[in-house]
């Protein structure tokens, strides 16, 4: 009993390299799919509006309000913080029945907390006021 060693049979060896074809084939393919789905993706047209930034002019029939660091409601130019939320209340309420009707601008402190706001929008939106934007400062330049 004797035992071969080698390859003199004429057997192929063991191919330990990596088949890429099937690779290849499939990368193909998701190029494919990828170039068809950018197509449909950009048929839907939409115009975006554009960014504009108007600088603030106070107008006399506007109507300003001021909510300080500690939550404190101003009317206007007063220097009294509102009571309550029922007398914002009463005095929008006179507002809102202006004809036209005066846009209710709103100057918060950068500290004030959102709470002291959102609650100052929700009493105006109630008194039944149509248009309602704050004051910012810009950016510096530079």
Request: glycine share 8%.
């Amino acid at each position: 009993m004797a035992m071969q060693l080698g390859n003199d049979s004429g057997e192929d060896e063991v191919n330990s390299t990596i088949n890429t074809t099937p690779l290849v084939d499939i990368m193909l393919v998701l190029l494919i799919i990828f170039i068809i789905t950018t197509n449909v993706v950009n048929l839907t047209k939409v115009k975006l509006p554009a960014e504009k930034n108007d600088p603030y002019n106070p107008d006399a029939k506007n109507v300003i309000i001021t909510v300080n660091k500690d939550g404190d409601i101003f009317f206007g130019g007063q220097r009294t913080p509102m009571k309550s939320d029922d007398e914002l209340m009463e005095k929008m309420t006179v507002q809102a029945l202006r004809v036209p009707q005066p846009e209710v601008h709103i100057r918060g402190d950068q500290n004030t907390r959102y709470e002291a706001v959102g609650r100052t929008i929700l009493v105006i939106q109630r008194a039944g006021i149509q248009k309602v934007g704050f004051v910012l400062e810009p950016p510096p330049k530079g």
